[in-house]
């Protein structure tokens, strides 16, 4: 397999040039300037708005992840990462949960190589590189996740089928806000397993 090390240079800001989560703890560090968190690229240039939608910035240019053909399988890896998302009113159930660890484990990260990984393989770029991604929720929304919404949180490559298990978390947030629809405080936390490759010949 390959073995890729990607180096990130960070420095401190002190202004919150990057949309970042809905945590206000880290906004009020990055505005004082004391959060080093400024990456000089994203792998998947996803927002951090507080909702469970990928940033609109790629969709407008056209990006997107797609479908693989059901052939398809992966030869060599070369990222991995894990996300974790909490939805505090999961009455409606765990998708947005689910696209948040999406993110999670995506955003922070860079592979500025692929692009040449996928040429030197005989393939178009990133473009043609695989995903697969693994979804931890409770076990009573396995079959509730929105595997498109899960292609959607991704601007390119191919989607591997997405294997949602049971796993991932509920837990009383202790409060109902009728308003954002809830109907009971269930809490519903999601995580995810994200496998970056190459695709076997």
């Not at 974790?84 to 009455?91: E, K, R, V």
């Not at 697969?132 to 191919?158: C, K, T």
Request: charge should be neutral; include cysteine.
């Amino acid at each position: 397999g390959f073995s890729l090390r990607v180096r990130i240079k960070m420095s401190l800001v002190s202004q919150p040039f990057l949309r970042w989560s809905s945590s206000s703890s880290r906004d009020f560090l990055v505005r004082r300037g004391w959060l080093p968190l400024a990456f000089g690229v994203r792998f998947f240039g996803a927002t951090s708005s507080g909702g469970g939608s990928a940033g609109e910035d790629w969709k407008a240019a056209g990006l997107g992840a797609r479908w693989a053909e059901p052939t398809t399988t992966m030869s060599d890896i070369v990222f991995v990462q894990t996300g974790f998302g909490c939805d505090q009113h999961g009455t409606s159930g765990a998708n947005k949960a689910v696209a948040r660890a999406c993110r999670d484990a995506i955003m922070f990260n860079a592979l500025p190589y692929m692009e040449n990984i996928m040429r030197d393989n005989g393939l178009a770029g990133r473009e043609d590189m695989l995903i697969n991604v693994r979804v931890g929720v409770p076990s009573d929304l396995v079959n509730s996740v929105d595997v498109e919404a899960v292609r959607s949180s991704f601007p390119y490559g191919q989607m591997l089928p997405v294997e949602v298990v049971s796993g991932g978390l509920d837990f009383a947030s202790g409060r109902v806000v009728t308003a954002l629809g809830d109907t009971h405080d269930r809490a519903v936390v999601a995580c995810v397993a994200v496998t970056v490759g190459i695709p076997a010949k």
